[in-house]
């Protein structure tokens, strides 16, 4: 699996690479070149409907602007519940998320039957759903992500390692893990790495290891020197944001995080993206992927 997903890399990068001179779109408008009318569920921007703040369904309304994101190398689109109607090119680069604290069990087996029904790529749940989740998903292509040391990442490194294994015996093939933000800023580099480490160790090579930074909690230096210790530590995503924190994904930090950590590894953009403009930047600036946290549905469009 580790050599089909090397390959699927290598491909998009390489249309990446050859679609490099022609310019993203800003949404919709750019995508299809007309200005689409604005659904019920979303807020007008500049250009057309661009921002869907509440329903998280653009996959479903603005799948023009979807494609553009696509063509442009995106892994990854979020979507909220209650999408329809979605193409079957699009719906394997969702992830399928919902981690608000207060979801419930009718809601978790909603996002599932919604995945199973569009073979989503994944759906990322708590780690108190992941059993449900991969029972529901089972004999599909739909992959289980669980969050571990969520959403605050100040857990010992034994218990993060703990939470993985449980997530893992109970059916994720993706990991999510929080850094501890703590240890960054008291530059206890060896307790951050170790952190790190003891998860993707917990992984193994089979199961997806990303590591989120909070990058909105550190500073350049701090967020340079992260992407350093998650290189070494030999995970295979560095994260900006879990949704929780002051402040999401931006284009300084996908491009910053991408400088550092080169090819060799994924960049996953989360936290705050809100129209299709700003993804095709993130896109751009390095991003691999596009991810969703409990309060933000990233826009596919």
């Not at 604005?38 to 494609?67: F, H, I, R, T, W």
């Not at 034994?158 to 015996?169: D, F, Q």
Request: hydrophobic share 40%.
């Amino acid at each position: 699996m580790q050599d089909y997903s090397d390959i699927v890399e290598q491909v998009v990068r390489e249309v990446v690479r050859r679609l490099g001179e022609e310019p993203l779109g800003a949404g919709a408008a750019g995508a299809a070149g007309r200005q689409p009318a604005p659904s019920a569920a979303c807020v007008p921007g500049e250009g057309g409907c661009l921002v869907c703040v509440y329903c998280g369904k653009c996959v479903e309304k603005a799948p023009q602007a979807v494609d553009k994101i696509k063509g442009a190398g995106a892994a990854r689109i979020s979507s909220s519940l209650g999408v329809a109607g979605v193409g079957k090119d699009v719906a394997p680069l969702i992830d399928h998320t919902l981690l608000k604290p207060d979801a419930s069990r009718s809601e978790i087996e909603k996002l599932c039957r919604e995945a199973r029904e569009f073979e989503f790529a994944s759906v990322c749940v708590n780690p108190c759903w992941v059993k449900l989740a991969s029972s529901m998903l089972q004999a599909t292509r739909v992959k289980v992500c669980s969050v571990v040391g969520f959403p605050l990442g100040a857990a010992k490194k034994e218990v993060k390692a703990y939470e993985t294994r449980r997530a893992i015996l109970d059916g994720a093939s993706e990991i999510d893990m929080v850094m501890n933000v703590g240890a960054m800023k008291s530059q206890d580099y060896k307790l951050v790495e170790d952190d790190m480490r003891e998860v993707k160790e917990t992984c193994g090579r089979a199961v997806i290891t990303k590591v989120i930074l909070e990058t909105a909690l550190l500073t350049n230096p701090e967020k340079i020197k992260a992407c350093e210790l998650a290189k070494k530590a030999g995970l295979d995503f560095v994260k900006t944001s879990t949704g929780f924190g002051p402040g999401g994904a931006t284009v300084e930090d996908v491009r910053l995080m991408r400088s550092v950590v080169g090819e060799e590894m994924g960049v996953k953009a989360a936290g705050g993206i809100r129209d299709a403009e700003t993804a095709a930047r993130l896109i751009e600036a390095g991003a691999t992927r596009i991810g969703a946290s409990a309060s933000v549905k990233i826009v596919g469009g």
